[in-house]
Each structure stands twice: as C-alpha cells, then as structure tokens.
C-alpha cells in the first residue's frame, strides 16, 4: 500500500466488516481426539490460562499470524487467490495499524509484520491478521486486490527490513502458498498477473485493470530496502527457524525456536489450544504426521500440562 501512494477505484464502496465472520466450532475443544490420536494415557492438564491465547488466534489463518485486528476495509473477491503482494508501509506499526483498520483510511491489507523492535508496538517479526483471505482487501488497484493475499510490512525512512520481519513474513507466505495453491515463483518486474499463473510480487509490479499502467505515483513499494531474492530463499528454506527442522523420535525433548502455535491436531486448520512462546520445552509423544506441506510432532508441553501438536520447522533438541 505505501499508505500514501494508492488509488483503490472500485474498492472503495464500504463493506460491514463483519459479514464473513466465523463463528463455527472454535470454541469445541477437542482435547480428547488429540489424546487417543496420542495413544498417550491421559494427564488432568489445566486448561486455564490458556483461553486468551485461544481467543486471540481464534480468526487468524496461519500458524505465523500472532493476533487478529479486525480492517474495516474489504470486499467480496471477484477472483480466485493466485498472488501475494508485498508491500512496506512507508510508516511506524502504530500509525500503520491504525491506517489499515480504519474505516476512514480506504485502505486495508490481510497482514502486517512488525519490522523494528525499536518502534512502539510488539517485537520485530510480530505479525496481525486484518482481513480473512476469503476477502479482497485494499492494498493495491482493483485487479490485484481481487486476486491476492497482501501482506504489509513496517517500514520508513530507509531503516531496512530486519530478519526477524523476513523470517515471520517467509512462514506466512509459506502458509498462504499452500493454502491456496499458489506457485512459489518470485516476481522482480513489471507482471500483468492477469496473464500469468501467480505467485509472489512487489505491489509497484502490479498492474491496472488492462495492464496498461504499472504507474504507482512514483513510488517503488517494497523497494529500495525489500530484497525479494533473500526474501525468495528464506520462503523456499522452509525449515529455516533458527535450528529447527531436526527429526525427532518419542521421548526426545525438544525447544521452540519462535513463538509457536500448539494445535488440537496435525493441520493448519486445527484449533490452535495455545501460542507456546520461544523457547518452550515439550516432549515429543507422537508423529511425525504429514499434512498441508508440514511435518508434526504431538508434544507434551509440562510447563502448560497440555498435549498439543508443533510444526516440526520450529523445534530443536532441547
Ligand atoms: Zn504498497
């Protein structure tokens, strides 16, 4: 979006931001089905203290999103999910947030990862959910909008783009790559998406409606600082995590390398049961189990007494 160098045309009729709002079994636990999955004899664990973590991941989409903030900008898709366009905010998170959820803003974006740790707001890597992806937000023209997943990204000033903001993007187009089927394929020029079969691309590089203008006021949104090829090989390293990535038998202990979602079972779309912070100690129990491009391991997690499963991409040997 660049926040200052967007035109939106026909997107900017207002929408109720709470039409698509899902409000279907996420307040089912299914702790039970996660134990006989596990062959594990039941604990009593305690799931107190973990009903805030639970609300706050109940909209978001993907393991990588930390929290969901509800944009009041975004329409109904007119086309199939075939992108996702980076974008940096040409603004500090705050100021940002407020911008991209803000009915008076005409603009709005699926994500945006906080980039410094110096700037007011969470840690550098932070990333929100704004928009469910089954909606076209407002971060590009009307073409690309309805095409694409658009992630922000804080940025100004020439401050450059951390590796925590590189790392935390990478999980989540991991995500949304596989989510909605989308070509790992890196866009660097001017692309009438239009023609092509998707994948990954700076917002100055969309075009209009006829791909007859790729003109954005001036402005190079995500360039100068986004370096798409670091950027494209942290994507395609997908076990990159900080030392993650290891294989694991029953019995081993193992260490969260990020702030990670436990889930009731080994899916993306499972119910997330709690957000285990980095560096979290668990005991793999059960898997590895295969599913949406990720490896599993059914942990048990003493310091919540909970039983949940990890993405194998962030866990260590203790
Ligand atoms: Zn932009």
Redesign the pocket.
């Known amino acids: 979006?660049?926040l200052d160098?967007?035109t939106h045309g026909s997107d900017r009729e207002q929408h109720s931001s709470t039409d698509d709002r899902e409000t279907t079994s996420h307040s089912n636990w299914k702790r039970r089905s996660f134990l006989q999955a596990t062959g594990v004899a039941a604990g009593t664990g305690t799931i107190l203290g973990t009903q805030v973590d639970r609300a706050a991941a109940s909209h978001t989409e993907c393991d990588a999103a930390d929290r969901w903030v509800e944009a009041a900008n975004h329409s109904a898709r007119d086309f199939g999910i075939d992108w996702i366009v980076i974008?940096?905010t040409a603004g500090a998170y705050q100021g940002a947030l407020n911008t991209l959820t803000s009915s008076n803003s005409d603009v709005s974006s699926h994500y945006l990862v906080k980039n410094y740790d110096w700037t007011d707001g969470p840690s550098a890597g932070h990333v929100d959910q704004l928009v469910h992806h089954n909606r076209a937000a407002w971060?590009?023209r009307y073409i690309a909008n309805h095409r694409s997943i658009g992630i922000e990204h804080e940025w100004f000033d020439d401050n450059g783009i951390s590796e925590a903001c590189y790392e935390s993007s990478a999980e989540l187009v991991r995500c949304i790559a596989d989510m909605h089927d989308i070509p790992l394929e890196f866009y660097t020029s001017n692309t009438c998406i239009q023609n092509e079969s998707g994948g990954i691309i700076g917002?100055t590089h969309v075009p209009d409606g006829d791909c007859s203008s790729f003109h954005h006021g001036g402005r190079t949104?995500?360039y100068p600082d986004w370096d798409m090829d670091h950027f494209e090989t942290l994507v395609k390293n997908g076990d990159n995590g900080g030392g993650g990535g290891d294989q694991f038998q029953d019995g081993d202990q193992v260490v969260t390398t990020t702030d990670l979602n436990g889930r009731e079972q080994p899916c993306l779309n499972d119910d997330v049961v709690l957000t285990l912070p980095e560096g979290t100690q668990g005991e793999v129990m059960n898997g590895p189990e295969e599913c949406d491009g990720i490896t599993w391991w059914g942990l048990h997690v003493p310091t919540y007494n909970e039983w949940v499963w990890c993405s194998e991409n962030y866990l260590a040997h203790a």
């Open positions: 979006m660049c160098c967007t974008h940096v971060h590009a917002h949104c995500p």
